[in-house]
């Protein structure tokens, strides 16, 4: 390769990208631009960042896990690669109520709007490919029924008990900070943890409570949110996650979520890693 | 209700839903998309989440301040929310010079494009509707900008900076003292701005619904020194704990569950704090 030239160079680089976004953004891209201009780096950053991760090189996580895990990062930041590795996912093998879910569980750490773009990607994936399905989920959720199951004669006190005990089974921790809250307001509380701390549960869904574990860790690590990030992450190995998958959940979110990422969630694994010592 | 099949659990999600879907964002096609492809998760979200709080509903909160909260929120992170949710505060009796200032505020915790975001959402709803006129702030009081310091020392100027500064936040913060005692004339012109503005002006919004404001971007931005002062600083101007625990619950929604938990643990501090101190 040395004997190329720079330009020949540029051209090499720029047809990788190209070449590798074909039939996801469907046009020669920015980052094939951005070869054909600087190749050197480009070609360093291919082949150093998310080009790392293939198909074809299998570690810890299957490469559809690693682009649903990308998939929350980008949708918390709003960026239009969340089509393309929803794309990419669907490649893999993903459904798209698998992905449905992913931003679903991104909604945790990263709030509506993380859903909300999600939810745009995937109807315009649906827009462009009308063959895809709906799928059952394997159990279903009754809202009205959890509604119904609430006792209609509790004091404050029992409702605060109650409340806290339902989110205190879902985190599988106590947290001080919550069980402050419930105090202050359970009315609150008794309907949220409807949503946020009884959806999912454990229960496998289209994704796996492990996949989900992951999602929700690595928008929490972008965010620099720590007491949640560990909480996760030991949740995630509670479930039969290694330390392991963790890290390369937290490396395969460098491209999309910086180094920061990485470093953050090293800091989590060591944590826990000194704990168990 | 399990004999229902899937398409007629899709059809009643939607009955229950769209009659109340917001206002403000004429276009259903994506929540009609949503229900289609998960009923369950979206009947339950609709529920639990900003459905929990509603109009008919004011608890520590009244509906357009938890409207103008969630606006600053989402310009911060750059989402149409904002303009949807400018718009639904309108309709709970804000004027655009509030708006105005709600995303004026912002900028302090959020940077420049906080309030740009903001801007464009007011500008369209501007265009959008007729009946938007500007409300004439009060003249100023006895403000110290008019004041002249020519023959002032460095260290004098120093001095009345970081008062100044320090006397606008309620507490002295060492690294500020720093920075002013490096860089005066920096401070001098930012403090114009950053510290004090909002005092020296009859303004449109109440104090502590600045600090709201404040308060809920700095805690999405997990910067905990400045949410727990901004925190202590609404207690001070009047604000109760529980409708400082409104505003960040109100805050699922746009930013996450982080947003509550980050709250949580700033308030539990401070009333630990109050209880020490009592």
Request: with cysteine; charged share 30%.
């Amino acid at each position: 390769m040395n004997s190329e030239s720079y330009e020949e160079k540029a051209t090499r680089v720029a047809e990788i990208f190209r070449k590798e976004r074909e039939g996801t953004t469907g046009y020669d891209n920015l980052l094939s631009f951005g070869a054909s201009i600087d190749p050197d780096y480009w070609e360093a950053y291919r082949y150093n960042g998310w080009g790392f991760f293939t198909p074809q090189n299998k570690r810890h996580l299957d490469h559809m896990t690693r682009e649903m895990i990308v998939c929350g990062v980008l949708s918390f930041r709003d960026r239009p690669g969340v089509y393309v590795h929803a794309k990419n996912a669907l490649k893999e093998g993903a459904t798209l109520n698998q992905l449905l879910e992913v931003f679903e569980v991104a909604l945790f750490p990263g709030g509506g709007p993380s859903r909300m773009v999600g939810l745009e990607t995937l109807k315009r994936i649906v827009d462009e490919d009308p063959s895809l399905v709906v799928e059952k989920r394997p159990w279903r959720f009754d809202a009205e029924e959890v509604a119904r199951n609430v006792p209609e004669k509790e004091t404050r006190e029992e409702k605060i008990k109650r409340v806290t005990e339902t989110i205190e089974k879902a985190n599988g921790y106590v947290d001080e900070a919550i069980s402050f809250g419930v105090e202050l307001d359970p009315d609150y509380f008794d309907i949220y943890s409807r949503m946020h701390w009884s959806f999912f549960e454990e229960k496998e869904g289209f994704l796996t409570p492990i996949q989900r574990e992951l999602i929700v860790m690595a928008v929490f690590a972008f965010r620099g949110f720590r007491e949640e990030l560990y909480f996760h992450s030991k949740k995630a190995l509670r479930l039969g996650a290694s330390m392991e998958q963790l890290l390369e959940c937290f490396q395969v979110c460098v491209p999309p979520g910086g180094i920061a990422l990485l470093h953050e969630g090293l800091r989590t694994l060591k944590k826990i890693h000194d704990e168990a010592e | 209700m399990n004999e229902e099949t899937l398409k007629e659990k899709v059809q009643r999600a939607k009955e229950k839903i769209l009659p109340v879907w917001d206002q403000a964002t004429p276009d259903t096609s994506l929540v009609n998309f949503a229900i289609e492809w998960d009923h369950e998760y979206e009947e339950l979200y609709r529920s639990s989440g900003w459905g929990f709080f509603s109009a008919d509903k004011p608890r520590h909160l009244d509906h357009k301040t938890r409207e103008m909260i969630v606006c600053a929120l989402l310009a911060f992170r750059d989402r149409p929310g904002a303009y949807q949710h400018a718009k639904n505060a309108l309709r709970q009796g804000a004027t655009i010079n509030e708006l105005m200032e709600v995303f004026s505020v912002a900028v302090f915790p959020g940077g420049g494009p906080t309030r740009v975001v903001g801007l464009e959402g007011l500008r369209k709803i501007v265009e959008e509707e007729d009946g938007h006129t500007p409300i004439e702030r009060a003249p100023k009081s006895d403000s110290e900008i008019e004041e002249d310091f020519s023959n002032e020392s460095r260290e004098e100027k120093v001095n009345r900076i970081t008062k100044k500064i320090h006397a606008d936040m309620g507490y002295e913060d060492e690294n500020i003292s720093f920075g002013v005692e490096l860089d005066p004339d920096f401070f001098e012109v930012y403090s114009k701005v950053y510290w004090g503005f909002f005092e020296q002006e009859r303004c449109h919004l109440d104090p502590i619904v600045r600090e709201m404001v404040l308060l809920v971007v700095m805690t999405f931005r997990g910067l905990r020194e400045e949410a727990y002062q901004h925190a202590k600083k609404a207690l001070r101007l009047g604000a109760t704990i529980n409708q400082l625990l409104e505003c960040h619950e109100v805050c699922i929604p746009p930013a996450g569950l982080g947003q509550l938990h980050e709250g949580l643990r700033t308030l539990r501090i401070i009333s630990e704090e109050m209880k020490n101190n009592s």
